[in-house]
């Protein structure tokens, strides 16, 4: 592959801007100097390494990365009263181009802006519709806080499934369990709209926080702190694609 090929297809700008760079001395691969946007790089060489104005950065064909997200911020490319998840990530992350287009990573499913925890980010299409269909049944673990404290009923109610104002059909919690007084565990399997706000009113309680921390067999990382992102290993992506 074009070095310049390789600098598009990571988010580095036009292949222009990424011949650019390269002329100006400002990319190295595996450590050494590229001056020539023709040279060609192989890609298959795992990992390959290289820099662009001095920040190290491994080739990816596909972007597979979580964030710690913290409370404050929308997963919108276009956000309302509160900023993008998106500005928490590095610009050739938010430019990957799709389909020939400067698309970038998009989330796998969206938090609110008061939801913290694990979120996902992709440009792999087939791997977002996967993990955002409900026929694959991907379990996720919230820890919520609740307003009142839980009751055993509340708790059984959610197990054997509630009724939400927009489905006549009774939405059940995958699992649910007491983790102190006003502190829930609720895995889930779908994705529905305020899903878990709306089914812990529907028991008659209200939810004061909410922290994602697990989806399918990957958790949240305890040095991965609010606000930052990584790339995900390929053990990890096993565990999301088993």
């Not at 309302?80 to 992350?93: F, I, R």
């Not at 990573?105 to 977002?128: C, E, H, K, P, Y």
């Amino acid at each position: 592959m074009r070095i310049t090929d390789l600098l598009f297809s990571q988010g580095f700008g036009t292949r222009r801007l990424c011949a650019g760079l390269v002329e100006n001395g400002l990319v190295e691969v595996q450590g050494c100097p590229c001056h020539d946007p023709a040279q060609t790089v192989d890609v298959s060489t795992a990992p390959l390494h290289y820099s662009v104005q001095g920040r190290p950065w491994t080739y990816h064909e596909r972007a597979y990365v979580m964030l710690n997200k913290p409370a404050g911020y929308e997963c919108s490319h276009r956000p309302g009263a509160w900023p993008s998840v998106y500005t928490l990530l590095p610009p050739p992350l938010r430019q990957r181009p799709t389909a020939g287009k400067v698309a970038g990573v998009q989330a796998v499913g969206r938090l609110d802006q008061d939801t913290t925890g694990l979120l996902l980010l992709s440009d792999d299409g087939a791997f977002i519709h996967r993990m955002n269909s409900p026929r694959h049944l991907v379990p996720k673990l919230y820890e919520v806080t609740t307003r009142h404290p839980m009751d055993a009923r509340q708790i059984e109610r959610l197990r054997a499934g509630v009724v939400l104002d927009d489905d006549p059909k009774p939405v059940a919690a995958a699992s649910a369990e007491a983790a102190g007084e006003h502190r829930l565990l609720l895995t889930l399997t779908e994705g529905k709209y305020h899903q878990v706000k709306r089914m812990v009113a529907a028991v008659g309680n209200r939810v004061e926080a909410l922290h994602r921390s697990r989806i399918g067999g990957l958790a949240l990382p305890d040095d991965l702190a609010p606000g930052q992102w990584r790339w995900l290993t390929a053990d990890e992506l096993a565990l999301l694609k088993a």
